[in-house]
């Protein structure tokens, strides 16, 4: 066998054991008379010894030529470490070689196979093989395999049933782009990668299957951020005969189970908010509430003074600052200039600090006196040594900017704290959204979602005000999960197609199936999908993905490890009827 223990096993009760271990050369340090090296593998370290006058001339030889990340095999005596190291698990003992063989050599690294690496992002995408033998990237792929086991024994014991779906399904229009699969066999005709397993999800209910879960891939062809990808992982459910409150029970209760078991934090019940509300105190959908700073609308107590600024706004809004009167003018007006740049895209800000005596100083004490001052800070919940900042102009603009502005402050003052879990739901989310540029409504969530049953009415007059039977639940600012109870009929679901602007065969041409499906006894049926890389990311301490992926693209879609997406070759076009355009 190649080895009896692995490199993380060996403790002070295994002295004087003859064992043999396996790995890579981590470090080496010659001596001349004596040889030590680190042995590393997924498990941890083991220090070897090799000594002069106790190692085998040969064995010793060859112990001088290895190299780092040399793959090899060795044979020797536990025994007692001389300088202990505290710092591993092994650390009492090291092993006396008597036996090496060089399994493997290996080319120098083109960086450090450390956990303080000397690499850069893109060389370590390049050889994203060796970056994961460092420890901060094996350990956030351990950490991912953990959460996704958690995630499979609390839902087998909720009775759910596994159930994989296919991958070569039919593009629709609705949502992101697809990526395409041309068909061989088919010429002319493509498939889709799915964006989600949603029509298949609903047709297993249809089949009666009740309970279904997946951890699946899934796929989007949009623009990349820094915690996008073009293929991403959901945790993918669905359950039959429940309703909005059975399918948030269920999921608010897999997601304590996940804090308890990783964390060991025993969550009291999510609280609970409307969409309105959380655009209306936080001016995003998914707020996060480690920390204060709520919004307070303050057109009432601002549009009373010759200030045009203010009187001509559709909303001016403002948050408390806690600890930020203390900021001096350089500080401020940095801020002032983060809010202007085009990602934000606010035309300036004013603010009003509470001093420790009582008075407020603002840059607009030209237009207002200590008592209008005192009202911005009462609306605020302002206190001795905050500054309130305020931003203007069209509502929904102004949210999203103050909200922008609330995020960094949190950052900037250490409010974001990652051992921190603040889940919440956000609920009643309108049923659809309206394009500008289309110049018609779009499924804020997707096609098959129920509108509330008191808001149906609403869908021929009024469709803005029509409410979803939707939910999406929140952690640390970031949606981690989003559902919604499933039409199940097949004249509401061609009355939402109506109102998306579908005519009935468009309908029956993208979504026959399904609309089909629905003739043969349809149970009421619901679900929700996580986004697992997120939070897996969120749940070791983290907001970027990447690192707990096994294989990233780059912000462009690139695999720059194996060079992917590539040419193909003029025969596979033919076989594929296509031609590339000159």
């Not at 991403?232 to 039959?240: G, K, L, P, S, V």
């Amino acid at each position: 066998m190649y080895r009896t223990h692995n490199c993380g096993a060996l403790r002070a009760a295994d002295i004087n054991q003859e064992v043999t271990l396996s790995g890579w050369v981590a470090k080496n340090r010659d001596k001349g008379f004596m040889i030590w090296v680190d042995l590393r593998d997924r498990y941890g370290i083991t220090q070897l010894i090799f000594d002069a006058d106790r190692t085998e001339q040969a064995v010793f030889k060859m112990a001088q030529s290895l190299g780092r990340e040399f793959v090899i095999q060795v044979t020797g005596k536990v025994i007692e470490r001389e300088a202990k190291n505290n710092h591993i698990p092994t650390g009492d003992i090291e092993l006396l070689v008597t036996s090496l063989t060089i399994l493997n050599e290996s080319k120098t690294p083109p960086f450090t196979i450390e956990d303080e690496t000397d690499g850069g992002e893109d060389i370590r995408m390049k050889y994203r093989y060796l970056d994961i033998r460092r420890n901060p990237v094996r350990n956030n792929l351990l950490f991912r395999h953990k959460v996704a086991q958690e995630v499979r024994n609390y839902l087998s014991a909720q009775d759910f049933c596994e159930v994989e779906t296919p991958y070569l399904i039919k593009s629709t229009p609705e949502g992101a782009r697809d990526f395409v699969v041309p068909s061989r066999m088919n010429p002319g005709q493509f498939y889709a990668l799915p964006q989600s397993p949603q029509t298949f999800k609903q047709l297993l209910m249809v089949g009666g299957m009740d309970r279904y879960f997946q951890i699946v891939k899934c796929f989007r062809d949009e623009d990349l951020r820094a915690d996008r990808q073009p293929e991403f992982t959901q945790i993918d459910c669905e359950m039959a005969f429940v309703n909005q409150e059975d399918v948030m029970n269920t999921f608010e209760g897999m997601t304590k189970h996940l804090l308890k078991s990783i964390h060991n934090i025993d969550a009291a019940d999510f609280p609970r908010m409307t969409y309105d509300e959380a655009m209306r105190k936080y001016g995003n959908d998914k707020p996060d509430i480690r920390f204060g700073m709520e919004f307070a609308e303050l057109n009432t107590v601002t549009q009373h003074k010759e200030f045009a600024v203010f009187n001509s706004a559709e909303l001016v809004v403002g948050i408390a600052v806690p600890g930020a009167a203390s900021y001096s003018r350089k500080e401020i007006d940095a801020l002032i200039e983060w809010v202007k740049r085009p990602q934000v895209g606010a035309t300036g800000m004013v603010y009003c600090k509470v001093e420790a005596d009582g008075t407020y100083k603002s840059s607009v004490d030209k237009f207002y006196d200590q008592d209008d001052l005192k009202a911005w800070a009462t609306a605020t919940g302002a206190q001795s040594g905050d500054m309130i900042m305020v931003l203007s102009g069209p509502a929904n603009k102004t949210r999203a900017q103050l909200s922008a502005l609330r995020m960094e402050l949190a950052t900037r003052l250490g409010l974001r704290k990652s051992d921190v879990f603040a889940p919440l739901w956000v609920v009643d989310f309108p049923l659809f959204e309206y394009d500008e540029e289309s110049q018609r409504f779009h499924a804020m969530h997707h096609p098959f979602t129920s509108p509330k049953p008191e808001d149906i009415a609403l869908l021929a007059t009024d469709p803005g005000k029509v409410r979803a039977n939707a939910y999406d639940m929140v952690l640390n600012g970031n949606e981690i999960g989003g559902g919604s109870i499933r039409i199940h009929d097949k004249a509401t679901q061609e009355l939402m197609f109506k109102y998306l602007g579908f005519t009935p065969e468009q309908a029956e041409e993208q979504f026959g199936f399904l609309m089909n499906a629905f003739q043969y006894g349809a149970p009421p049926h619901g679900g929700l999908a996580f986004g697992l890389d997120r939070l897996v990311a969120i749940l070791g301490g983290q907001e970027t993905i990447r690192d707990f992926i096994a294989f990233p693209k780059n912000n462009s879609g690139r695999d720059v490890m194996i060079d992917a997406p590539a040419a193909i070759d003029a025969q596979q076009l033919t076989e594929l009827s296509l031609v590339l355009k000159a």
